[in-house]
T-cell receptor, first 116, second 115 residues
Framework: EPEVTQTPSHQVTQMGQEVILRCVPISNHLYFYWYRQILGQKVEFLVSFYNNEISEKSEIFDDQFSVERPDGSNFTLKIRSTKLEDSAMYFC??????????????FGPGTRLTVL | QKEVEQDPGPLSVPEGAIVSLNCTYSNSAFQYFMWYRQYSRKGPELLMYTYSSGNKEDGRFTAQVDKSSKYISLFIRDSQPSDSATYLCAMSERAGGTSYGKLTFGQGTILTVHP
């Protein structure tokens, strides 16, 4: 069964460093997402990406964050200058075998980001 | 008022019990309703998906949506220890226009089914 994969599973970084989190969405899906979950808190939407551009983003997704689909398979989240409060699980998700079908989103296993 | 509210529990039941999990919401634009299961330190796994009001059954799981009351439920029959996990409700608006499927999650309910 197709699945979303994410690497690395755990990333430790120093405050102020740049990190790139990588995801391989399900093949042929059209919509891609990043969510995060701070320990003990809700899963929160960060950004959605469709047709090679950001389609929606939350207040959390400020200028320190960026997303890219550098090729036909990878989808990345970059945090330019990490802060302590960026420590969280980051989940990638994908959906939509055809346009408009954004409802059933499939999540990857997550990357645990620890900022020291 | 929070957009989606879910009692975090924890909820502890004996094996074989019927479990009822619930969420309320305030955004009347929500059209799609999902239940995800999340094991510790893993990604959410899609369990059930419903569109608009009504019931949907899949094996031991039944999802209910009552849009007039802005209330959704997940029932688990004959619960098993392997059902022990955190259950997340999630909702989204209809795709199109300004919505590209952003999911809004509840807090999650921690369920333990003991043998």
């Amino acid at each position: 069964e197709p699945e979303v994969t994410q690497t690395p599973s755990h990333q430790v970084t120093q405050m102020g460093q740049e990190v790139i989190l990588r995801c391989v969405p399900i093949s042929n899906h059209l919509y891609f997402y990043w969510y995060r979950q701070i320990l003990g808190q809700k899963v929160e939407f960060l950004v959605s990406f469709y047709n090679n551009e950001i389609s929606e983003k939350s207040e959390i997704f400020d200028d320190q964050f960026s997303v890219e689909r550098p090729d036909g398979s990878n989808f990345t989240l970059k945090i330019r200058s990490t802060k302590l409060e960026d420590s969280a699980m980051y989940f990638c998700a994908s959906s939509g075998l055809r346009e408009g079908r954004t409802d059933t989103q499939y999540f990857g296993p997550g990357t645990r980001l620890t900022v020291l | 008022q929070k957009e989606v509210e879910q009692d975090p529990g924890p909820l502890s039941v004996p094996e074989g019990a019927i479990v009822s999990l619930n969420c309320t919401y305030s955004n009347s634009a929500f059209q799609y309703f999902m239940w995800y299961r999340q094991y510790s330190r893993k990604g959410p796994e899609l369990l059930m998906y419903t569109y608009s009001s009504g019931n949907k059954e899949d094996g031991r799981f039944t999802a209910q949506v009552d849009k007039s009351s802005k209330y959704i439920s997940l029932f688990i029959r004959d619960s098993q220890p392997s059902d022990s996990a955190t259950y997340l409700c999630a909702m989204s608006e209809r795709a199109g226009g300004t919505s590209y499927g952003k999911l809004t999650f509840g807090q999650g309910t921690i369920l333990t089914v003991h043998p």
